[in-house]
């Protein structure tokens, strides 16, 4: 929080002739930057604490914008967006703040013949003697008292931390429906995920590695322990994991079957696979010329609710069904 900010914004913006709910805005702006004027706190955050509504918040801010007070940077974490960076525009802020040069001469003037009314009381009333410090400093003194630096550090932008706890929280509670655990939200489950969040690695791509891990060690109860999440994310392991996972994945997301991947009999036509799947997706009605193995895919499909699902766990998922249909039906024609 910078307190010189917040002051010249309760200064200069309302003297500006700023709307009171541009006020308040500025003001949060302010509570959140460092003294140089820089902050990020999401429109989300600010409409919830002011109690306005998201749309008045982005518009008021745009607004802000086109007139200069602030700037506007838009950030990435990974490969999604996040939070805008706002940088206010000091030096108009301390302008507006300051009076006018007319405001300052009359107050000059002002204090001037307050000084020699005083002056002149003081010479004749009996008994009174001026203090040697001439005036109350306090009153007197020409620094302004927003100068002063507060004694400790502003406080850590929430925002980001909020939002990557919440990510964190998604991927635990992903681990404990794939592998069917029950894993508690504590800082001993969510340390490592955060920490991975943080060095950019998105919750998709954490997901996608549960999955990866799950589908080599889940039937193994010897190595349950890998599946943890204190384990399973760790900054010298995930790097390693997430590279097999992708592989795991281009490979068509294939069981693994006695310590081995067994990619079904013969090897899955992806090109067939991902366009029935745009197929399937896209809601095209079924027509004659779909293969056995498609039907029946969708019908699996269709009953895991896959249409439902996020995009890339739609995949996954789509994908595992195709390979487990595919070996049934290879298995099948063998039989016949």
């Given at each position: ?201 998105t919750v998709e ?41 992708n592989a795991w ?88």
């Amino acid at each position: 929080m910078s307190v010189k900010l917040s002051a010249y914004v309760w200064d200069g913006c309302a003297a500006a002739g700023l709307k009171i709910s541009a006020v308040a805005i500025m003001a949060r702006l302010a509570d959140f930057s460092s003294d140089e004027g820089l902050c990020w706190p999401s429109i989300t955050t600010i409409a919830r604490q002011l109690g306005a509504g998201e749309s008045t918040v982005r518009t008021t801010l745009g607004k802000l914008e086109a007139d200069g007070w602030i700037t506007s940077t838009q950030r990435r974490k990974g490969n999604r967006n996040t939070s805008n960076m706002y940088q206010l525009n000091i030096a108009k802020l301390r302008t507006a703040a300051q009076p006018s040069d007319s405001d300052a001469s009359k107050s000059d003037t002002s204090n001037s013949d307050r000084s020699k009314s005083d002056a002149s009381k003081s010479v004749t009333a009996p008994g009174f003697h001026p203090p040697e410090s001439e005036g109350d400093p306090l009153v007197n003194s020409k620094q302004d008292p927003s100068d002063n630096k507060p004694f400790c550090q502003p406080a850590a932008q929430p925002d980001a931390e909020v939002e990557i706890t919440d990510q964190a929280k998604q991927v635990l509670n992903y681990l404990n429906l794939k592998t069917g655990s029950r894993y508690q939200v504590s800082k001993s489950s969510l340390d490592n995920i955060r920490a991975r969040l943080r060095d950019g690695f998105t919750v998709e791509e954490q997901q996608l590695t549960v999955d990866y891990m799950h589908a080599k060690w889940g039937g193994d109860l010897d190595m349950a322990e890998y599946l943890r999440p204190s384990t399973l994310f760790q900054p010298s392991k995930f790097p390693g994991y997430l590279e097999g996972a992708n592989a795991w994945k281009r490979a068509g997301c294939p069981a693994r079957k006695n310590g081995k991947w067994d990619r079904g009999d013969g090897a899955v036509d992806t090109t067939e696979r991902d366009s029935a799947y745009r197929r399937f997706t896209s809601g095209v009605a079924a027509t004659k010329t779909r293969s056995d193995l498609e039907k029946l895919v969708c019908k699996e499909a269709s009953k895991a609710n896959v249409r439902g699902m996020r995009s890339d766990f739609a995949v996954t998922t789509w994908n595992r069904i195709w390979n487990e249909c595919h070996q049934r039906q290879g298995k099948g024609d063998k039989a016949a």
